[in-house]
């Protein structure tokens, strides 16, 4: 946004606004301050302005063919709308959060060891890196130890007996 002038800045400083309420009611709820039914009811005119907005912006009739600061504004407001209904998907879903930081806190390990170990050169490797690094995660997730369950994998396979399941168990 700092870059951006005159209409573009405008559209970004409104669309930011309206996200920076929207998320200060979500905390809310999360720290018990609302009710849900509060943060949707509130949320409701911060989705219908967004969306206004973000058709306003389209309706301005920039080609998309363009490249000027303000065209690149407007074809980030035509993706938003595009997905306009997956944008809200945390007020349906209680256990979905509005941001994607799970799943950035999930692969933040997996990019790491590929820029220390410079990636793999087969597609096999990169297929057992894949696998590797999903499980491990997974167990992470759990409380689970990955070193412990990958021996326990091996042995089983070993002796033919059933292997180790990656579903957690339950009660």
């Known amino acids: 946004m700092a870059e951006r ?33 509060a943060l949707e009811a ?12 973000l ?6 009739g920039v ?10 504004t407007l074809g980030t407001c035509r993706a938003l709308l595009k997905n306009f209904t997956a944008l809200w ?12 930081n799970a799943s950035e806190r999930a692969l933040r390990s997996a ?4 820029k220390l170990s410079l990636g793999v050169q087969s597609e096999w490797g990169g297929q057992l890196v894949a696998r ?20 326990e994998l091996m042995v089983a396979h070993r002796e033919g007996r059933p292997l180790p399941s990656l579903i957690p168990l339950t009660g």
Not at 134 to 147: D, H, P
């Open 5 to 37: 002038r005159g209409v573009s800045r405008e559209i970004g400083q409104e669309l930011l606004s309206l996200q920076e309420e929207l998320f200060s009611l979500w905390h809310a709820w999360q720290d018990g301050s609302i009710s849900r039914l």
């Open 42 to 53: 509130a949320a409701t005119g911060i989705r219908q302005a967004f969306g206004a907005k």
């Open 55 to 60: 058709e306003w912006a389209v309706d301005l």
């Open 63 to 72: 080609s998309p063919s363009e490249t000027t600061p303000l065209a690149r």
């Open 89 to 100: 998907t945390f007020l349906a879903h209680p256990d979905v959060e509005p941001t994607n």
């Open 111 to 114: 990019v790491i060891a590929r």
């Open 132 to 151: 590797l690094l999903s499980v491990t995660t997974s167990l992470e997730q759990q409380g689970r130890a990955a070193m412990d369950f990958l021996m």
